[in-house]
């Protein structure tokens, strides 16, 4: 017992230590970058949520991803738009919808690997100032774009933008109607759970929502998610998503099959 006191005192004191470097660090340099590393494993480490098997490549041998230059500070990874198409696969998904279109690039990624899906996302129109509070970090990725990455391309044809607050919206068209649910708007508390009572109506009972920015960063997301009593929900090791799974999949990922 002593032993494990000590060592949580010990990571505890890591953990300051790693916060202090980050604060004093100048940027870019390699302490930063350990001192992040550290929270981030620390922040891990503490989650209650256990992690989904990594997503398999569906039989696929291709994966189109956005190129690394075209991706801006907002976006979904490369890792994280793998393990959406990986879970779009999973639910045999023809519906999808993002709240938080941004740039749309994550959009045009899942339009170009799953040629049989129809994606509908919600931004924020241009002038239109949220109904709810917003985070810290959502003042640098509200999208006040003047086009999309997915426009002038053959996959717009299946992605439909809706631009509305998403805490006014009308969710009723989409009730129990889509697979996968990729919930990616605002990021405050009261934005993810206004976002999140919506993707529960949306989501078939056999489909998928997946929450992104689940990190130390973006506090709010954490704190949503852990409080979700009675919710089953797992975290994807090396993005920062979330994922809830219907009863199939649930079934699935206990017998090993999942992916
Ligand atoms: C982090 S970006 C989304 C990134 C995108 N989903 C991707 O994977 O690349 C968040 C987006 O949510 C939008 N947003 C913020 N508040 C919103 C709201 N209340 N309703 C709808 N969209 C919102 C922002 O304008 C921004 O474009």
Redesign the pocket.
């Known amino acids: 017992m002593v032993v494990a006191g000590r060592g949580r005192r010990g990571a505890r004191t890591v953990r300051d230590l790693a916060r202090v470097a980050l604060v004093r660090a100048p940027r870019g340099p390699l302490l930063s970058r350990l001192a992040s590393g550290i929270l981030d494993a620390a922040f891990e480490a503490s989650s209650p949520l256990p992690c989904l098997p990594p997503p398999a490549s569906a039989g696929r041998d291709l994966l189109v991803v956005p190129a690394p230059g075209a991706v801006?500070p907002?976006?979904?990874s490369i890792e994280?738009?793998a393990c959406l198409v990986a879970l779009a696969e999973a639910t045999r998904a023809e519906r999808i919808f993002?709240?938080?279109?941004?740039?749309?690039?994550?959009?045009l990624a899942l339009a170009a690997n799953l040629p049989h899906v129809r994606i509908d996302?919600?931004?924020?129109p241009p002038d239109l100032v949220?109904?709810?509070p917003?985070a810290e970090s959502?003042e640098l990725?509200?999208?006040?774009?003047a086009s999309r990455r997915y426009e002038g391309r053959p996959e717009a044809d299946r992605i439909t933008q809706h631009l509305?607050?998403?805490?006014r919206?009308d969710f009723s068209p989409f009730a129990g109607a889509i697979d996968l649910v990729?919930v990616?708007?605002?990021?405050s508390r009261e934005?993810v759970e206004?976002?999140t009572n919506a993707a529960f109506r949306m989501v078939k009972p056999d489909g998928a929502i997946v929450w992104?920015?689940y990190s130390r960063l973006v506090p709010d997301v954490p704190a949503l998610l852990h409080g979700l009593a009675g919710v089953p929900l797992h975290r994807v090791r090396s993005t920062r998503l979330v994922v809830w799974l219907g009863g199939e999949l649930r079934r699935r990922l206990q017998a090993g099959t999942l992916w």
């Open positions: 801006a907002g976006n979904q994280g738009v993002e709240i938080g279109t941004y740039n749309g690039l994550t959009a996302t919600l931004d924020l949220p109904e709810l917003l959502d990725h509200l999208s006040r774009a509305g607050d998403s805490a919206f990729y990616d708007g605002a990021h934005y206004n976002d992104d920015d």
